[in-house]
């Protein structure tokens, strides 16, 4: 019984997410029964890669036994992914046209600190990738 009253604690945190005010469901207002299945169909799935996402940058983080600061400014192994967004915000793209009459255009990714260097490092390969960045260069650029 015991062990069934901790596995609550998952569930209890996705509700948590879902409730969340970030999340901003309660502007949503869907009169269809079918489109509120469709909501919760997306929901779920939101939760899920969310769910995701927090164990692939806390199990990188252990394996590498690195930490990031949580909020108190104290270095942790096991942060929420709330926070890890948090953590990433100020972070835009810039696009420059270098041929505007062929619709060449030019990207670059802005305010990358080394602290969000490091989050995207643990988050894998293909994040790296939709940043710019290279894995390998950028775990040498860490010392990972």
Request: proline residues 3%; aromatic residues 10%; positive net charge.
């Amino acid at each position: 019984m015991l062990k069934e009253y901790k596995e609550q604690q998952g569930v209890e945190g996705g509700f948590r997410f879902i409730k969340d005010p970030w999340f901003m469901v309660d502007l949503v207002f869907l009169k269809s029964p079918k489109r509120i299945e469709a909501l919760m169909m997306v929901m779920t799935l939101c939760l899920l890669v969310y769910n995701f996402a927090q164990y692939k940058i806390r199990e990188s983080l252990q394996d590498h036994n690195d930490t990031v600061p949580n909020q108190l400014d104290k270095k942790v192994q096991n942060p929420t992914l709330r926070w890890i967004f948090q953590l990433m915000e100020g972070v835009g793209i810039v696009r420059m046209w270098v041929d505007k009459v062929n619709g060449q255009c030019k990207e670059l990714v802005t305010n990358l600190t080394k602290l969000r260097q490091q989050i995207l490092y643990h988050l894998g390969t293909a994040v790296c990738n939709m940043y710019g960045l290279i894995y390998e260069n950028l775990k040498l650029g860490l010392g990972m």
